[in-house]
């Protein structure tokens, strides 16, 4: 994980930092679901721990647009496998 992202992490979940406590939370985010992690482990990593820092309603911001997203273009694919425009 990049060093500013580690630090900000450890400051979030200790007020302090300590690489010791990112280790931690890094190996129980993997414990979690071990198989999601043996490829771009650490990009996965990144991105949880930028959610794990991000406020709650910036997180549920972020899930909607990207709900939204996926949506928007579940329906678009359909319409073209269709010949719609």
Known sequence: MERVLADVLSLHLCGRIDLRTVGEWCQKEIETDPGAYEVSASQRLASRAVLEIAPKALQER??????????????????????LR
């Open 62 to 83: 972020y899930w909607a647009v990207l709900e939204s997203s996926a949506m928007a273009n579940k329906l678009s694919s359909g319409r073209k496998r269709r010949g």
